[in-house]
C-alpha cells in the first residue's frame, strides 16, 4: 500500500522514480508500518546472514500505462540470505531523504534461513482516473 505521504509527495514532484535510487528494506514481525509511515526506520528491521541494512537496491524500474492506470514495476528482489522472521518490506527513495514509497505486508511470516529470499513486489498503482 502507498504511503500517505508518498500519495502527496509524487504530486509536488518530490519524486522521479525512473532516476532517483529505490531500495526495499525487509522487517520483523513486531514493525508498525502502514500508510503513516514516512521515512525508512531500522526499528525492526532484519539482519543476520549478509543482510544490509537498509535493504536492496531495486532495479529495472518501469511506469506503464495500462488501460487509465499507471503502473510502477520492477525486477525481483534478491536477499541471499537473512537470519530470523521477516514479515514487511518498505520501499522507500534513497535519493530523497530516505522517504517512503509503499509498505508491503508479506501475509504471513517468512523465515528464509540460508536460502535466498526473493521478493517480487506487485506493481503498485500510482493513478487512475
Known sequence: MM????????????HDLLNDTLKMALYRPAATLGVATTVYTSSNEASGGVYVAGGETLANVTIA??????HVSCD???????SGTVRYALLYNASKSMKSIAVYDLSSDRTPGTQ??????????????
Not at 500505462?65 to 499507471?70: F, I, N, P, W
Not at 525481483?76 to 537473512?82: D, F, G, H, N, S
Open 65 to 70: 500505462l495500462v488501460g487509465s492506470e499507471v
Open 3 to 14: 504511503t500517505n505521504s508518498f500519495r502527496q509527495e509524487i504530486l509536488q514532484g518530490t
Open 76 to 82: 525481483e528482489i534478491v536477499w541471499v540470505t537473512v
Open 116 to 129: 535466498p529470499f526473493v521478493l517480487k513486489p506487485e506493481p503498485f498503482l500510482l493513478a487512475s482516473r
